[in-house]
């Protein structure tokens, strides 16, 4: 198709994604990841047993081959649901960690914005539409089979021709103002900049945008699989499963009094700050320990730190992490005044720990505090908690979540900082009179956020869960049988 030389389309500009976009060229973790997520431990090791194999195509030019074996192995026999789950809930947050600001305030300053990258759309869209704010994309396209399954090949022969080609056919008219990127793709635009873009180009453009932070994610990896990192993370993974159970035990078994020095010598580390509360006396109402929600090991932990079984309030907990846990749980159901009754019952009979976000956060963000726990007690103590892992979150919305104890016992240090904060003052509690439930939700939100370095935010589950599944994250019942199947799926490599 011929353009018109002499035209161009104003405010418009086409980017690449591997290394202008993104600071990164190399897309190989990205498979990585598609591949752990979407089918397991099995798939994950094969391609990184091929990574030689893949560079060495790159090394003598067969960037086009390289790029065809990774997609293969990483989507064949993948539903096209699986790789928009990955694509959705997992790959954002790492594409996020590398993106380039430079790039990005210049792509910003344009109106009409164009995602160009070798990569499978499917694994890119969503996040340069969501958070680039692109207005297309223009990737590699997939083959689907009659039966909704990929078959690993792609419908480009030649990648660099069919995207340039596909570049051309959306602007038929008009040229694009600016390419970023390689020459081979952006040889259509008026005025081309390669990457890194200059500081004198970065500085003339305004940014018009904010790039949103991705608040939600999910996938058990903490780090990007980088060749290195995907090494480390297998060669660990045996030591891991035999330390998970050691630990466990070490945690369910113990008498409290030892089992935080026995934690220690298995490389779990607590920090604590601030001074805990003594227990309260014979016939008095218990504390009410009102956390931020990281992984399910939150009132674990401060119960160990505390030296006493305190109960937990929980919502959701699977069977598993219910048999090993080792402090007392109470359930409550998501129905106001029913819950209330069963929190001030267990209060008449001592402590609680609980977590008002009614899900956990991965980021530096806090969701809004149900407003509930402020109108049962006067005798509510902050308490900010923050953990560290290496190499695996304690958390997932996808997965099999009776694994999450394990994961994060799994990780070679995981650790946990508790800082307890001062307990309200009478007149900043509900009972004064005083302040609203809302006023002291919002209150409490906020003096944990501060000790944290967190920002507070209005989000709920129920927004998480439609970010990361599509649905209000209520709890249904799950089958023995169908749990089954779900730790069956882990270890399968191609999933079906």
Same mark, same amino acid.
């Given at each position: 198709?011929?353009?018109?030389?002499?035209?161009?389309?104003?405010?418009?500009?086409?980017?690449?994604?591997?290394?202008?976009?993104?600071?990164?060229?190399?897309? =190989?973790?990205?498979?990585?990841?598609?591949?752990?997520?979407?089918?397991?431990?099995?798939?994950?090791?094969?391609?990184?047993?091929?990574?030689?194999?893949?560079?060495?195509l790159d090394v003598f030019?067969?960037?086009?081959?390289?790029?065809? /074996?990774?997609?293969?192995?990483?989507?064949?026999?993948?539903?096209?649901?699986?790789?928009?789950?990955?694509?959705?809930?997992?790959?954002?947050?790492?594409?996020?960690?590398?993106?380039?600001?430079?790039?990005?305030?210049?792509?910003?300053?344009?109106?009409?914005?164009?995602?160009?990258?070798?990569?499978?759309?499917?694994?890119?869209?969503?996040?340069?539409?969501?958070?680039?704010?692109? %207005?297309?994309?223009?990737?590699?396209?997939?083959?689907?089979?009659?039966?909704?399954?990929?078959?690993?090949?792609?419908?480009?022969?030649?990648?660099?021709?069919?995207? @340039?080609?596909?570049?051309?056919?959306?602007?038929?008219?008009?040229?694009?103002?600016?390419?970023?990127?390689?020459?081979? #793709?952006?040889?259509?635009?008026?005025?081309? +900049?390669?990457?890194?873009? $200059?500081?004198?180009?970065?500085?003339?453009?305004?940014?018009?945008?904010?790039?949103?932070?991705?608040?939600?994610?999910?996938?058990?990896?903490?780090?990007?699989?980088?060749?290195?990192?995907?090494?480390?993370?297998?060669?660990?993974?045996?030591?891991?499963?035999? @330390?998970?159970?050691?630990?466990?035990?070490?945690?369910?078994?113990?008498?409290?009094?030892?089992?935080?020095?026995?934690?220690?010598? /298995?490389?779990?580390?607590?920090? #604590?700050?601030?001074? $805990?509360?003594q227990p309260q006396g014979?016939?008095?109402?218990?504390?009410?320990?009102?956390?931020?929600?990281?992984?399910?090991?939150?009132?674990?932990? +401060?119960?160990?730190?505390?030296?006493?079984?305190?109960?937990?309030?929980?919502?959701? @907990?699977?069977?598993?992490?219910?048999?090993?846990?080792? +402090?007392?749980?109470?359930?409550?159901?998501? +129905?106001?005044?029913?819950?209330?009754?069963?929190?001030?019952?267990?209060?008449?009979?001592?402590?609680?720990?609980?977590?008002?976000?009614?899900?956990?956060?991965?980021? $530096?963000? @806090?969701?809004?505090?149900?407003?509930?726990f402020s109108e049962l007690?006067?005798?509510?103590?902050?308490?900010?908690?923050?953990?560290?892992?290496?190499?695996?979150?304690?958390?997932?919305?996808?997965?099999?979540?009776?694994?999450?104890?394990?994961? =994060?016992?799994?990780?070679?240090?995981?650790?946990?900082?508790?800082?307890?904060?001062?307990?309200?003052?009478?007149?900043?509690?509900? /009972?004064?009179?005083?302040?609203?439930?809302? %006023?002291?939700?919002?209150?409490?939100?906020?003096? /944990?956020?501060?000790?944290?370095?967190?920002?507070?935010?209005?989000?709920?589950?129920?927004?998480?869960?439609? #970010?990361?599944?599509?649905?209000?994250?209520?709890?249904?019942?799950?089958?023995?049988?169908?749990?089954?199947?779900?730790?069956?799926?882990?270890?399968?490599?191609?999933?079906?």
């Amino acid at each position: 198709m011929v353009m018109n030389r002499s035209s161009t389309t104003p405010y418009s500009v086409v980017s690449e994604f591997e290394g202008t976009l993104l600071k990164n060229k190399d897309s =190989f973790s990205y498979f990585m990841l598609l591949a752990f997520d979407s089918s397991g431990l099995i798939r994950f090791t094969f391609l990184l047993f091929l990574w030689p194999v893949i560079k060495l195509l790159d090394v003598f030019g067969y960037n086009d081959v390289a790029l065809k /074996l990774m997609i293969f192995i990483a989507t064949v026999g993948l539903s096209e649901g699986e790789i928009e789950a990955v694509a959705r809930t997992v790959l954002p947050k790492f594409y996020m960690d590398d993106v380039s600001m430079d790039t990005w305030t210049v792509l910003s300053s344009f109106e009409k914005r164009v995602v160009v990258t070798r990569m499978p759309r499917v694994m890119v869209e969503r996040f340069a539409k969501e958070y680039l704010k692109a %207005d297309k994309v223009i990737g590699t396209e997939l083959n689907v089979n009659t039966f909704g399954y990929h078959t690993g090949f792609i419908r480009e022969t030649d990648i660099d021709q069919s995207t @340039l080609k596909r570049v051309a056919d959306l602007f038929v008219d008009r040229r694009p103002h600016l390419g970023l990127g390689r020459a081979s #793709v952006t040889s259509l635009c008026e005025e081309q +900049i390669r990457a890194p873009v $200059p500081e004198k180009i970065v500085n003339y453009h305004n940014q018009q945008l904010e790039l949103q932070p991705v608040i939600f994610h999910d996938g058990r990896l903490v780090k990007r699989p980088t060749p290195a990192t995907a090494l480390l993370i297998l060669l660990w993974i045996p030591f891991g499963i035999v @330390l998970a159970p050691i630990r466990i035990l070490a945690g369910s078994v113990l008498p409290l009094w030892i089992r935080s020095y026995a934690l220690r010598i /298995l490389g779990c580390q607590v920090i #604590v700050k601030g001074k $805990p509360p003594q227990p309260q006396g014979p016939g008095d109402s218990g504390v009410l320990f009102v956390c931020n929600h990281r992984t399910l090991m939150d009132p674990v932990v +401060i119960s160990t730190v505390l030296g006493r079984n305190v109960m937990a309030v929980v919502y959701s @907990l699977s069977r598993f992490c219910n048999l090993f846990s080792p +402090i007392p749980i109470v359930r409550i159901q998501r +129905i106001r005044d029913v819950d209330a009754k069963t929190i001030k019952l267990e209060l008449s009979k001592g402590d609680l720990v609980i977590c008002p976000e009614g899900t956990t956060c991965r980021q $530096p963000f @806090l969701l809004r505090f149900s407003a509930l726990f402020s109108e049962l007690t006067d005798m509510i103590v902050p308490v900010a908690v923050n953990c560290k892992v290496g190499f695996f979150h304690a958390n997932t919305v996808r997965g099999w979540r009776c694994m999450d104890m394990i994961f =994060f016992l799994m990780n070679p240090r995981p650790g946990y900082e508790v800082t307890f904060l001062d307990k309200l003052p009478m007149e900043d509690t509900c /009972l004064s009179g005083k302040r609203s439930p809302y %006023d002291v939700a919002n209150h409490v939100q906020k003096i /944990l956020a501060d000790t944290l370095g967190f920002e507070c935010t209005n989000l709920t589950r129920k927004d998480k869960y439609k #970010v990361l599944t599509g649905k209000d994250g209520t709890v249904s019942y799950v089958s023995f049988q169908d749990q089954a199947k779900m730790i069956i799926k882990t270890f399968n490599p191609f999933s079906h």
